[in-house]
């Protein structure tokens, strides 16, 4: 019985998901390359900025205006090089990092940010011109992997809230992709709307996600779980409350992608092989920690090993004095919190949009499969799996078919190892 139902969620949630892109892809404002040019904190005017595709063929240009602002629509999401004209930089300015073009992947529905820092012109004229052949490929595969970590760590702040939530109630919770972008969403209307530092936006965001989180669960799921309706039951609901939320976001943010006030045009750090926005750096700190603590508290303290009993054997942890509501209402606030982290991390990478939390839902759940269901240290695993998975299978496949890559790994792993690379072989029958 169990099989069957997690195989019923794979499918139904597969054409759910298949259907709800077709639904509202439409309605985004669509994909685009964007940045701000500034030297010595002065905006420079007057730069051309081109944009083609991988083969070469122009997609447009921009010429930074007043504020050193310039924007590149694509027509869809891929990989495009972005190339800056250095001949109509003012005199004495250059590309500090040398790379006057860049090949960058715009996801779907989001405006990419592409950083060129400027400062003091160095050396002979042409010593801004980026090197080709030798190192290119091996810079593009540190980028890709760098890309794979960032981007996986920040799945696995909303998969190990979701596996929580899984792992306590048995629930499939389609409607985890809206905890998402209710975070960016709240921290977008803090930070831009409220004029509070993103800083602080971010923290009040996260609050926000996990009483948000606490409410689902004390005046919704709990009354429905108290009613015992059944999972599959409660599966379909959760399908009906996304595309509510959905739409919600819809009417009240609209379709186009929005940045947050600060860190939107920051320049890089040379790493070597790659330049990383110290932005960036902080994020991966940040999830690293939080991901570490949580998991930490699960293993080491009472209430984590309440929270254990309760996924293990819900009835005899209440048998054993355990209240199970109160562990299973902790477990929504704290994967409410953990996805909206997600979703503020996610937004400073790629902006704000009301579908964003969707958009990543399937590999949010190929995460949680791929680990091991109910296993946090397995979805923390899956995510990096599939972060690293999704980005390097652009070396050989179209940016846009990415997410194949993603779940080919998953399906791979999942024939050889049933229970996921944590999980444990469940008895049947």
């Known amino acids: 019985m169990r099989r069957a139902v997690i195989i019923f969620t794979a499918v139904l949630g597969f054409l759910f998901t298949s259907l709800g892109l077709g639904a509202t892809s439409a309605l985004a404002e669509g994909e685009s390359l964007q940045g701000t040019l500034i030297n010595a904190g002065q905006p420079v005017a007057g730069v051309v900025i081109k944009v083609a595709e991988e083969s070469g063929t122009p997609v447009g240009e921009a010429t930074s205006d007043a504020q050193g602002k310039w924007s590149v629509s694509v027509p869809a999401a891929g990989t495009y090089k972005v190339d800056l004209d250095a001949a109509t930089l003012p005199q004495g300015v250059a590309v500090t990092t040398g790379r006057t073009s860049l090949t960058l992947s715009v996801f779907e529905g989001a405006a990419r940010n592409v950083l060129f820092p400027l400062g003091a012109a160095a050396g002979s004229p042409g010593a801004d011109q980026p090197a080709e052949g030798g190192t290119s490929q091996l810079e593009r595969v540190a980028d890709l992997v760098y890309t794979g970590i960032h981007f996986g760590l920040i799945i696995a702040l909303a998969a190990l809230g979701l596996s929580l939530i899984f792992g ?22 803090i930070n831009v709307t409220a004029s509070v530092p993103l800083e602080i936006a971010a923290v009040l965001a996260v609050a926000l996600g996990g009483l948000f989180g606490y409410f689902q669960d004390r005046f919704f799921w709990g009354w429905l779980r108290n009613r015992r309706t059944g999972l599959i039951g409660m599966m379909i609901i959760s399908i009906g409350l996304a595309l509510i939320l959905r739409y919600l976001f819809l009417y009240v943010f609209r379709g186009d992608t929005r940045q947050f006030a600060q860190y939107v045009a920051q320049p890089g750090m040379d790493l070597g092989l790659i330049s990383v ?20 508290a699960l293993v080491k303290t009472r209430l984590g090993k309440a929270t254990r009993a309760v996924s293990t054997n819900p009835s005899l942890a209440a048998a054993s004095g355990i209240s199970v509501d109160s562990v299973i209402r902790l477990v929504w606030t704290i994967g409410g919190a953990l996805a909206a982290l997600s979703g503020v991390m996610l937004a400073i990478f790629q902006g704000v949009n009301y579908q964003m939390g969707f958009q990543i839902l399937l590999l949010v759940f190929a995460a949680v499969t791929l680990g091991g269901l109910g296993t946090a240290f397995g979805a923390l695993l899956g995510s990096l799996v599939i972060g690293l998975a999704t980005q390097l299978s652009t070396l050989w496949i179209p940016t846009e078919l990415k997410n194949v890559g993603a779940l080919a790994v998953l399906i791979v792993i999942i024939l050889v190892r049933p229970q996921g690379i944590l999980g444990r072989r469940e008895r049947i029958g």
Request: glycine residues 10%; hydrophobic residues 60%; contains cysteine.
């Open 168 to 189: 306590t109630m048995g629930l499939t919770n389609f409607a985890h992709g809206e905890l998402i972008t209710f975070g960016a969403v709240a921290c977008f209307f």
């Open 277 to 296: 926005a110290p932005k960036n750096l902080v994020m991966d700190g940040i999830a690293i920690i939080v991901l570490i603590v949580v998991s930490l």
